[in-house]
């Protein structure tokens, strides 16, 4: 069995499982747990695709900046996270609806 | 001799600024600013004319001008010419201006209007000398038209009065109508000369540049301006209603002095009038003089038959300037000034004795009309004795001016016609005015002074002699009413051959040269070396022929103006003839004389109706053509606004309305899909992706 699509298998699971977490869980902790799924999975993919076919360290490099974005943007989300329990006092993200058209 | 003239024509000027801006607050209504002006102006005249009699030259001759305008090659000077006739005419105008200034201290005494009355003087003065004084045709045009609108103003100046205010716009538009012809002239002169200067003119009509049918031309089109200006037929009917004016207006305008504008104008072209042009003013004058003489015999209003008598006088001077005897009809005008003039001043005495009369007894009957006078003699004696000696002088009874004059003027025609026959007529109407000048002015006088009065006792008690201030102007007129002054030194009470008037104005000779004149005279073509040789003989024998032709003149003119005197005397003094009796006899002929031969009517058909006929013509058609395209481009506008408007609200609003409704239903759709929940949009986003990659999969 070829060693990339055995990263690739695990990186489209993650993927899914992320997806599914953040379209069905109403917590929004979780919604962020599944996005920090996605993120993971696609800086596998980075990793797997910079080990398998260029040979440089591109998709490293990209794989740790994910890892940093991914660190930030959960720091930016759990402030948001506050604030939305601040202004509904719940977590729910069916309950954010204030951008409805 | 230029300073003195411009102070005789400047005084009046100033004197008329200063009573139109400060006259009321003057002491007297400051009637004394223009009293002085004119009398130091008649003062400055009569030293001119006395330096002009201790030359004695005929040919003396003075001019200054100034640049006035450059147009490219033409250069137009404001100038003045003074020569014996501008001084004899500035002795004129200021003496009658002067002694009308003082009549009218007491004649105008507590109107309302004193002050302006005087300003309105001043300044006729000054356009009549200015026209007396002017050097070129178009400064005399100006000081015509000036002249114009003073004659308006004054004899409009009752303007409550309709009848004054119609007579005054009867006057200007008349002369409107020669001052046309005039200018149409002028402009003739100055296309074919390129001058208008009057020596100007007479040495480009020497020289031969303008002859023939346009000198013909230019000396009816300028005589033309004269024909209105000194009211000869056929417009002359602004003169009688022109009597609406005060009485003083009517002795110096329409009487002695403007009205005599057009013969000084005629006088001064005298020299370019071609033979044709002569023949042509010589008749109108002609007819003028028996004409009005007729109308005036019917007439009962006292100033309308003098106004008609100015009319009868003033186509004599015409006829004999036409006639060729220049001398004779310039001469007349001077006499013909003070004899009027002086004759006016007496109407207005009585009219002023009158209307005081009849206000005192309450009666409104015409104070102006003869028929509510008589016996007048014995209230006014000073009145009366003037106003006879100056009749005695218009009638032409020997010793007096008159005589003199209008018998030169016979004596002219008849020599005319003795040399050429075809032209018969015109010493028949000279003699014919004559004897009906007498017939009515003695009638005139009959009627007003003689007999007893005839509107009652108690009205008869009010009249009173005229103040002296009035009655001074008289006696100044009416001695110069005499022979003796126009004859000196010669003294002849028969001619006013060797007299100084006649020395110091002699015929001029033609401009264009004896040759043509003789030329003109045959019709035939004469070569001009021979025609001189030809013509000095035959101008010897014409003096030798004038004499006794001058005897015959006299002869007959002191039998018909004897036999005026006569007929009137029996008629209206011995009562011999009944006039009443005459008056139903004659029939057509008195009613046409009593009507003024129908003119006024004449013209109120043709010119007035006429002009009214047209502007109703123009009227109609500005209604319903004019007002009809306006009206129609008006209503398609509106119909094409109105389909406009309808696609407006319908294709264009329908437009932009269908596209908001569009949107809007549009967005109603997409906002069913911004349900705002972020779970929702990624449930569309990962549609979407699976539909992208459904498609790429199927290609």
Known sequence: MNSLLVYLTISIVLFVLGLLAMMTRKNAVSVLMGIELILNSAGLNFVAFSRFSTGNLNGQTAAVFVIIVAAAEAAVALAIFLNLYRLKATAEVDQADELRG | MTEPALYILLAPLAAFA???????????GGDWVSLFAIWSGLAVSLYLLAQVLFAYDPDFCETRSIEWLVW??????????????????????TLVSAVVHLYSVG???????????????????????????????????????????????????????????????????????????????ILLVLSSLGTVSLHGIADGVAAGKLGGGLLTAVGICLFMGAVGKSAQFPLHVWLPDAMEGPTPVSALIHAATMVAAGVYLVARLFVILSFDASVVIAYVGGFTALFAATIAVAQNDIKRVLAYSTLSQLGYMVMALGAGAYTAGFFHLVTHAMFKACLFLGSGSVIHAMHHALQHTGSHADAQDLRNMGGLRRKMPLTFWTFLISTLALCGVPLMSGFLSKDSILAGTLAFASEHPAHWLLPVFGFAAAALTAFYMFRLVYLAFSGTFRMGADAERHLHESPSVMIVPLVILS????????????????????????????TPARAYGVAHYAADLSHETVVPGEAFE?????????????????????????????????????????????????????????????????????????????????????????????????????????????????????????????????????GRFVRLFQGGQLQRYILYTLAGVGLVLILSVLQ
């Open chain 2, 18 to 28: 200063v009573m139109i801006f400060f006259g009321k607050k003057l002491p007297r």
């Open chain 2, 72 to 93: 490219g090659d033409f250069r137009l000077a404001a100038g003045m010419l003074i020569d014996n006739m501008t001084v004899v005419m500035l002795v004129v105008v």
């Open chain 2, 107 to 185: 004649y105008m005494r507590g109107d309302p209007r004193y002050t302006l009355f005087f300003a309105y003087l001043s300044f006729f003065s000054f356009s009549m000398l200015g026209l007396v004084l002017a050097e070129n045709l178009i400064l005399i045009y100006a000081f015509w038209e000036l002249v114009g609108l003073s004659s308006y103003l004054l004899i409009g100046f009752w303007y409550e009065k309709d009848s004054a205010a119609n007579a005054g716009k009867k006057a200007f538009i008349t002369n409107r109508v020669g001052d046309a012809g005039m200018l149409i002239g």
């Open chain 2, 479 to 506: 001695t110069l009413c005499f022979f003796g002054f126009y004859t000196l030194p010669a003294f002849n009470p028969t001619t006013p051959e060797g007299g100084w008037f006649a020395h110091l104005l002699p």
């Open chain 2, 534 to 666: 030809q013509v000095a003989p035959h101008a010897e024998h014409s003096a030798h022929g004038s004499h006794a032709i001058h005897t015959i003149a006299m002869m007959i003119s002191i039998f018909v103006a004897g036999l005026g005197i006569l007929i009137a005397s029996m008629g209206y003094y011995w009562n011999r003839i009944s006039p009443a009796l005459w008056q139903r006899r004659l029939g057509f002929v008195y009613r046409g004389m009593y009507r003024k031969w129908w003119i006024d009517e004449i013209y109120d058909v043709t010119v007035v109706w006429g002009t009214l006929g047209f502007t109703r013509v123009l009227t109609w058609f500005d209604l319903r053509v004019i007002d009809g395209l306006v009206d129609g481009s008006a209503w398609l506008t509106r119909q094409w606004s109105r389909l406009s408007g309808w696609f407006d609200l319908r294709g264009v609003d329908g437009f932009v309305n269908f596209t908001a409704w569009f949107v809007g239903i549009w």
